[in-house]
């Protein structure tokens, strides 16, 4: 496998998202300009805060982005040793919903453990561009298993470990990620563990990425489905300020 590219991590997300931070460019221009040429100043004054404000989050969100994808430990995977301390290392479960770009490089580094990758993608209830986007760029993996997130065709108890890299926020409400849950729990073996990364709904990454921090989910609501579904949290750290790391176990 190829190593990751310097900006690769942000320039996937522009690719993504183009539309996006194409329209963001283009209003910042106009409001910009409009600073400049309106007469009355309260127009003026107006204009150049939403210049300003789009030019901060437009710039903001993709150096966050930067430093999280290209620059912190998320990809070079050292978080997970600690993740997987004490844990069997024979057959893991990586759930993604979508996109997947970190399966193979998770085999090259794990040798050792038997991988299963499971796709939650289900294009009536995922309908973001974005995803169509990136399955067309990264496709599935050719042994890649289409599981419905609430229905696995996994055996029970035969997991040491079910990993949701920056995914499983795609399942919109608490009842889909609690099913999830459930489903994640019936698979795992005695003394296993679910490990999650993801944003949060947060101060942090509301200033990082404005409205868009209302796609994330707070802490308390991953607290609340995973100990509806049976789990109590064995571990918590972050990667940076913006993504948290999440090891849950069965009691």
């Known amino acids: 496998m190829m190593p990751r590219r310097p900006w690769q991590g942000v320039a996937t997300i522009v690719g993504f998202n183009w539309p996006f931070y194409l329209a963001a460019a283009a209003a910042g221009l106009g409001l910009f300009m409009g600073a400049l040429l309106f007469s009355r100043w309260e127009i003026r004054l107006l ?13 903001v969100s993709l150096g966050v982005s930067h430093w999280v994808y290209d620059r912190s430990d998320l990809y070079r995977w050292g978080w997970l040793e600690r993740a ?74 035969t997991a040491d470990a079910v990993l949701g890299l920056l995914a499983i926020h795609e399942l919109r409400s608490d009842a889909e990620r609690c ?12 003394g296993g563990r679910v490990i999650l990364v993801e944003h949060l709904r947060d101060a ?42 999440f090891v849950i176990v069965t009691p």
């Open 47 to 59: 204009c150049g805060l939403g210049a300003a404000g789009s030019a901060y989050f437009v710039l």
């Open 84 to 157: 997987l301390k004490g844990v069997g290392r024979h057959r893991f479960l990586f759930c993604h919903t979508g996109f997947d770009e970190a399966s193979v490089a998770l085999r090259e580094r794990f040798r050792e453990i038997e991988w299963q990758v499971l796709d939650h993608y289900d294009e009536n209830r995922m309908t973001e561009a974005s995803i169509r986007r990136a399955r067309r760029r990264f496709p599935p993996a050719a042994d890649t298993v289409s599981a419905a997130y609430n229905q696995w065709p996994v055996a029970a108890a």
């Open 179 to 190: 099913a999830w849950l459930s489903e994640a729990r019936r698979c795992l073996k005695s």
């Open 204 to 245: 942090a990454n509301l200033l990082a990425f404005g409205p868009g921090v209302l796609h994330f989910h707070s802490r308390a609501n991953w607290c609340r489905c995973w100990e509806r579904a049976g789990f109590r949290l064995r571990d918590e750290f972050q990667l940076t300020h913006w993504v948290r790391v």
